[in-house]
Protein backbone atom coordinates (compact mmCIF):
# COMPACT_ATOMS: atom_id res chain seq x y z
CA UNK A 1 0.00 0.00 0.00
CA UNK A 2 1.50 3.34 -1.28
CA UNK A 3 0.00 5.93 1.67
CA UNK A 4 1.65 3.04 4.19
CA UNK A 5 4.93 3.31 2.83
CA UNK A 6 4.71 7.18 2.36
CA UNK A 7 4.10 7.16 6.30
CA UNK A 8 6.92 4.95 7.08
CA UNK A 9 9.64 6.84 4.85
CA UNK A 10 8.03 10.32 5.98
CA UNK A 11 9.09 9.22 10.08
CA UNK A 12 11.49 7.14 8.94
CA UNK A 13 14.42 10.21 9.60
CA UNK A 14 12.85 11.85 12.62
CA UNK A 15 13.97 10.05 15.27
CA UNK A 16 10.42 8.90 16.42
CA UNK A 17 9.47 12.60 16.10
CA UNK A 18 12.27 13.99 18.09
CA UNK A 19 13.99 15.79 15.28
CA UNK A 20 10.92 16.32 13.20
CA UNK A 21 11.17 20.14 11.34
CA UNK A 22 7.94 21.78 11.82
CA UNK A 23 7.57 20.92 7.66
CA UNK A 24 8.08 17.33 7.85
CA UNK A 25 5.93 17.12 10.91
CA UNK A 26 3.17 18.93 8.47
CA UNK A 27 3.64 15.81 5.92
CA UNK A 28 3.84 13.29 8.43
CA UNK A 29 0.44 14.52 9.64
CA UNK A 30 -1.23 14.44 6.16
CA UNK A 31 -0.09 10.73 5.37
CA UNK A 32 -1.32 9.57 8.47
CA UNK A 33 -4.31 11.43 7.45
CA UNK A 34 -4.39 9.75 4.36
CA UNK A 35 -3.65 6.49 6.03
CA UNK A 36 -6.46 6.61 8.37
CA UNK A 37 -9.23 6.92 5.72
CA UNK A 38 -7.82 3.36 4.38
CA UNK A 39 -8.14 1.55 7.68
CA UNK A 40 -8.94 -2.13 7.31
CA UNK A 41 -10.47 -2.26 10.32
CA UNK A 42 -12.95 -0.35 10.80
CA UNK A 43 -13.92 -1.38 14.66
CA UNK A 44 -10.54 -1.92 15.80
CA UNK A 45 -11.82 -2.88 19.59
CA UNK A 46 -13.15 -5.92 17.70
CA UNK A 47 -9.95 -7.06 16.11
CA UNK A 48 -8.48 -8.59 19.25
CA UNK A 49 -5.93 -10.15 17.67
CA UNK A 50 -4.43 -7.50 15.45
CA UNK A 51 -4.75 -4.95 18.76
CA UNK A 52 -3.07 -7.91 21.19
CA UNK A 53 0.86 -7.71 21.39
CA UNK A 54 3.80 -5.70 21.84
CA UNK A 55 4.29 -2.60 19.78
CA UNK A 56 6.92 -0.37 18.88
CA UNK A 57 6.75 3.70 19.14
CA UNK A 58 7.71 4.59 15.22
CA UNK A 59 6.83 8.40 15.69
CA UNK A 60 4.87 10.64 17.96
CA UNK A 61 4.16 14.45 18.74
CA UNK A 62 3.32 13.77 22.25
CA UNK A 63 5.39 15.88 24.39
CA UNK A 64 5.34 13.63 27.46
CA UNK A 65 6.74 11.29 25.69
CA UNK A 66 9.17 13.42 23.90
CA UNK A 67 10.70 15.30 26.97
CA UNK A 68 11.81 11.77 28.20
CA UNK A 69 14.82 12.70 25.93
CA UNK A 70 15.40 15.98 27.28
CA UNK A 71 17.52 15.37 30.34
CA UNK A 72 21.08 15.99 30.54
CA UNK A 73 23.72 12.84 30.16
CA UNK A 74 20.54 10.52 28.83
CA UNK A 75 19.14 9.79 25.98
CA UNK A 76 15.78 7.99 24.85
CA UNK A 77 15.82 4.31 23.17
CA UNK A 78 12.92 2.29 21.99
CA UNK A 79 9.60 2.99 23.34
CA UNK A 80 7.09 0.07 23.68
CA UNK A 81 3.64 -0.27 24.17
CA UNK A 82 2.28 -3.47 25.05
CA UNK A 83 -1.37 -4.38 24.80
CA UNK A 84 -2.79 -7.43 26.34
CA UNK A 85 -6.53 -7.72 25.63
CA UNK A 86 -7.60 -10.61 28.08
CA UNK A 87 -7.47 -8.42 31.04
CA UNK A 88 -7.70 -4.78 29.22
CA UNK A 89 -3.94 -3.80 30.30
CA UNK A 90 -1.66 -1.52 28.40
CA UNK A 91 1.95 -1.33 29.52
CA UNK A 92 4.13 1.43 28.25
CA UNK A 93 7.80 1.65 28.69
CA UNK A 94 10.04 3.49 27.71
CA UNK A 95 14.16 2.65 27.56
CA UNK A 96 16.75 5.57 28.80
CA UNK A 97 20.46 5.30 28.02
CA UNK A 98 22.85 7.55 28.78
CA UNK A 99 26.13 7.47 31.54
CA UNK A 100 27.38 3.34 31.68
CA UNK A 101 25.66 1.66 34.42
CA UNK A 102 23.16 3.78 34.64
CA UNK A 103 20.88 2.51 31.57
CA UNK A 104 16.64 2.79 32.84
CA UNK A 105 13.60 2.72 32.15
CA UNK A 106 9.88 4.48 33.00
CA UNK A 107 7.03 2.41 32.92
CA UNK A 108 3.39 2.94 33.00
CA UNK A 109 0.67 0.65 33.74
CA UNK A 110 -2.82 0.71 32.63
CA UNK A 111 -6.23 -0.40 32.89
CA UNK A 112 -8.26 0.95 29.06
CA UNK A 113 -12.53 0.44 29.16
CA UNK A 114 -14.09 0.11 25.79
CA UNK A 115 -16.14 3.60 25.18
CA UNK A 116 -16.38 2.81 21.22
CA UNK A 117 -15.97 0.79 18.03
CA UNK A 118 -12.50 2.45 18.18
CA UNK A 119 -11.86 5.16 21.75
CA UNK A 120 -10.89 3.56 24.84
CA UNK A 121 -10.14 5.04 28.26
CA UNK A 122 -7.64 4.37 30.14
CA UNK A 123 -7.18 4.74 33.54
CA UNK A 124 -3.16 4.21 34.83
CA UNK A 125 -2.22 2.18 37.52
CA UNK A 126 1.39 1.89 38.25
CA UNK A 127 4.61 3.84 37.70
CA UNK A 128 8.09 2.08 37.93
CA UNK A 129 11.14 4.00 37.42
CA UNK A 130 14.18 1.80 37.79
CA UNK A 131 18.02 0.93 36.79
CA UNK A 132 17.94 -1.34 34.11
CA UNK A 133 20.40 -3.66 36.16
CA UNK A 134 18.81 -3.29 39.47
CA UNK A 135 15.23 -5.30 38.03
CA UNK A 136 16.57 -7.35 35.72
CA UNK A 137 14.87 -5.92 32.93
CA UNK A 138 16.38 -7.61 29.27
CA UNK A 139 12.63 -7.24 27.41
CA UNK A 140 9.20 -5.65 27.42
CA UNK A 141 7.75 -9.15 27.58
CA UNK A 142 9.63 -10.42 30.68
CA UNK A 143 9.29 -7.44 32.00
CA UNK A 144 5.59 -7.30 31.80
CA UNK A 145 5.15 -10.75 32.95
CA UNK A 146 7.09 -9.46 36.64
CA UNK A 147 4.23 -6.86 36.89
CA UNK A 148 1.74 -8.77 36.17
CA UNK A 149 2.77 -11.74 38.53
CA UNK A 150 2.27 -8.83 40.90
CA UNK A 151 6.27 -8.64 41.67
CA UNK A 152 7.54 -5.51 43.97
CA UNK A 153 10.49 -3.72 42.42
CA UNK A 154 13.72 -2.42 43.93
CA UNK A 155 13.00 1.38 42.03
CA UNK A 156 10.70 3.81 42.23
CA UNK A 157 7.63 1.88 42.33
CA UNK A 158 3.97 3.43 42.85
CA UNK A 159 0.65 3.26 42.59
CA UNK A 160 -1.25 5.96 40.80
CA UNK A 161 -4.13 6.48 42.50
CA UNK A 162 -5.60 9.90 41.26
CA UNK A 163 -8.83 10.19 38.70
CA UNK A 164 -6.90 12.88 36.96
CA UNK A 165 -4.37 10.31 35.63
CA UNK A 166 -6.93 8.76 32.79
CA UNK A 167 -7.03 10.12 29.62
CA UNK A 168 -8.91 8.56 26.54
CA UNK A 169 -7.59 7.27 22.80
CA UNK A 170 -9.29 6.47 19.41
CA UNK A 171 -7.37 3.82 17.30
CA UNK A 172 -7.78 5.33 14.09
CA UNK A 173 -5.83 2.67 12.32
CA UNK A 174 -4.70 -0.64 12.63
CA UNK A 175 -3.90 -3.38 10.24
CA UNK A 176 -1.27 -7.10 10.50
CA UNK A 177 1.89 -4.44 11.94
CA UNK A 178 1.01 -1.01 12.13
CA UNK A 179 -1.28 1.05 14.67
CA UNK A 180 -2.42 4.76 15.23
CA UNK A 181 -3.91 5.98 17.53
CA UNK A 182 -4.85 9.78 18.29
CA UNK A 183 -4.98 10.57 22.50
CA UNK A 184 -7.18 13.10 24.14
CA UNK A 185 -4.26 15.96 24.74
CA UNK A 186 -4.05 15.80 20.34
CA UNK A 187 -1.40 13.62 20.35
CA UNK A 188 -0.54 11.29 17.23
CA UNK A 189 1.39 7.53 17.54
CA UNK A 190 2.61 5.70 15.41
CA UNK A 191 3.53 2.23 16.34
CA UNK A 192 4.94 -1.08 14.48
CA UNK A 193 4.21 -4.61 16.59
CA UNK A 194 7.18 -6.17 17.25
Same mark, same amino acid.
Given at each position: ??? &???????? *????? =??? *???????????????????????????????????????????????????????????????????????????????????? %?? /?? /?????????????? /???????????????????????????? %????????????????? =??????????????????????? /??? &??
Amino acid at each position: MFE &KSALINAI *ASTNR =GLI *ATETQKQSILAAIASLEDLNPTPRPLEARDRLNGDWRLLYTTSRGLLNLDRFPFLQLGQIYQCIRVNNNSVYNIAEIYGLPYLE %GL /VS /VSAKFEPLSIRRVQ /VKFERSIIALTRVVGYKTPTEFIQQIES %GKKFMAFDFAIKSNNQQ =GWLDITYIDDDLRIGRGNEGSVF /VLT &KI
